[in-house]
């Protein structure tokens, strides 16, 4: 899965963009489709597999013939050669550009050699920028262009403090690296395990 960057028409490698299809073998392998697992049903996840999500997504294509008609997720670098063989583009690539605002930060965390991104209240990152690299976690700029948001695979892990402020007893919860996790500053508990095993 791959992104325009900018109007020059040069495409980021994000990941690869994990699917289930029932199109055959052919069909998929023209659209640039491989399979998600090393060593068939029962192996690990390939390395940069994201499922799910909300953005990045490839762009689609459908073909329709007397017999059928199928819409299906395609290889950047095969939309040409799709489109050349009869099957029309149905959907852009659809991704997200890097913003930050007043009121959040937008932040990520590598996990799986993916780029997890997610936005957090500026309030609450105030509160925590101080626990940054220990937890992982960095902001982003405008030359992440590769973030991935929502993913329900990989996931990482999410921890939680209780900070003692002005205004009483703060709960804050967050996502870390989970290189991180067994070194985590004082305070700090593990509270969902995340989702980026082999399987």
């Known amino acids: 899965m791959g992104i325009p960057i900018g109007s020059?028409?040069?495409i980021k490698q994000v990941?690869?963009?994990?699917?289930m299809t029932n199109i055959d073998m052919?069909?998929?392998s023209a659209l640039g489709q491989a399979p998600g697992r090393t060593g068939g049903v029962a192996g690990s996840y390939i390395q940069n597999l994201i499922i799910g999500g909300d953005a990045p997504r490839p762009a689609r294509v459908t073909k329709k013939t007397v017999e059928y008609s199928v819409t299906s997720y395609v290889g950047y670098d095969k939309i040409a050669q799709a489109l050349a063989s009869g099957w029309k583009q149905s959907a852009k690539v659809q991704f997200r550009a890097a913003r930050q605002s007043k009121l959040s930060k937008l932040v990520f965390v590598t996990i799986r050699g993916v780029k997890y991104a997610w936005r957090m209240r500026a309030e609450q990152y105030n509160k925590i920028k101080g626990f940054a690299s220990n937890i992982g976690f960095k902001e982003a700029?405008?030359?992440d262009a590769d973030l991935v948001y929502g993913a329900t695979?990989?996931?990482p892990p999410k921890i939680g403090i209780t900070i003692t402020g002005e205004g009483g007893m703060d709960n804050l919860s967050t996502f870390c690296d989970p290189t991180k996790i067994d070194?985590?500053?004082e305070g700090w508990v593990l509270l969902d395990p995340g989702n980026y095993g082999n399987s």
């Open 153 to 155: 695979f990989p996931k």
């Open 26 to 28: 052919a069909e998929a």
């Open 141 to 143: 700029s405008q030359n």
């Open 183 to 185: 070194d985590l500053k």
């Open 15 to 19: 990941g690869n963009y994990g699917f």
């Open 8 to 10: 020059s028409g040069v």
